[in-house]
């Protein structure tokens, strides 16, 4: 056999060999990729995505875009041609499986989880959007989880509306826990609610729950290492009631990063006219019952998913403007927003031709 046929031989044995190697030999990495984009004023799976009874509503034909990221599931182990592939990509990024499953988190962890934020960026889109366009929403303060073996167990449930505590009156989530750890541990608190049940009786009479009960539950001592912090063993969040129904349907996604591009979607379809004025607009952020919005992860997947999806314009959070305008898509207009005022002056730039004045993204 001729040297150079021997020599070309080995190394196709070698190269062979080595991406068998690749296939078993697993990594501790996870790849994300940029997902699908669906328009909150169309429809999605035969369905439309914002369904709004008891109020007028308007005809909404331009594009408010959320957008997502496919990441590798909790379950999955990437091997090393796979991650080496990853890597390589222009459009996928690989990154430690911890960044995205911390703490041995199972994909049904991640799911549960994923679910829950979801559902209340839902709510708290709603809460925007009418705030957005003055329409008034009742809200107060809840427990919205109860820990296991806690000193809460029991005592308060999902649900229960927290009014005051220790007579003091309770306005918003993070009240609640302020006021428990003026306590020292061991120390009781009296927690003034009204219960879950009763709450939900007068919600579907469309009346305002008067019944109150006091509750009194000894604190203990935080689990945190080194800190003497009363606790009892709750989380306090938000619910509302709202002055019509304003559903939001799109199965199989996750998190919170929907959130302002839902609450604008509200807004258009709440509003005569287009708020886009025709064009293509996508855009993520978080978004709080004050209309805040906040950074989430994957910038630069949902930039590339949405200028493939045709969008022209992308509403970023300020805190992922740097990131996101390292590696703009050819086309896209990167437009910073903190806020939902902020989204909605940048629609109106937007709808009008005047994008000179739309506050764009920078690496710095």
Known sequence: MPRRTATMLASTLILIALLCAGVFIKVPYSEMSPGPTVNTLGDHGGEPVLQIDGHKTYPATGHLNMTTVRVTSADYNMNLVEAVYGWLAHDNKVVPHDTLYPDGKTEEQSTQENAEEFSQSQESAKVAALKELKIPVQSWVIVSTVVKDSPAEGELHA??????????????????????????????????????????????????????????????????????????????????????????????????????????????????????????????????????????????????????????????????????????????????????????????????????????????
């Open 159 to 364: 649900g229960d509306v927290i009014k005051a505590v220790d007579g003091t009156a309770v306005k918003a989530p993070g009240d609640v826990a302020d006021l428990v750890t003026k306590h020292k541990p061991g120390e009781k608190v009296v927690f003034t609610i009204v219960p879950a049940k009763a709450q939900a009786a007068a919600e579907k009479e469309n009346k305002t729950a008067t019944e109150t009960e006091d509750i009194t539950i000894t604190t203990k001592k935080s689990d945190d290492d080194g800190e003497e912090r009363a606790i009892v063993g709750i989380s306090a969040g938000t619910d509302h009631t709202f002055p019509f129904t304003i559903d939001i349907k799109l199965a199989d996604v996750g998190g919170p990063s929907a959130g302002l591009m839902f609450a604008l979607g509200i807004v258009d379809k709440l509003t005569p006219g287009n708020l886009t004025g025709g064009k293509f607009v996508a855009g993520t952020g978080t978004i709080d019952d004050a209309g805040k919005v906040g950074p989430i992860g994957g910038i630069e997947m949902k930039t590339v998913g949405a200028r493939e999806k045709g969008a022209q314009y992308f509403l970023t959070p300020a805190d992922n403007c740097a990131a996101a305008a390292k590696d703009t898509p050819e086309g896209l207009t990167l437009v910073k927003v903190n806020t939902m005022d902020d989204a909605m002056s940048a629609l109106k730039d937007i709808s009008s031709g005047k994008t000179s004045d739309l506050p764009k993204c920078t690496t710095k």
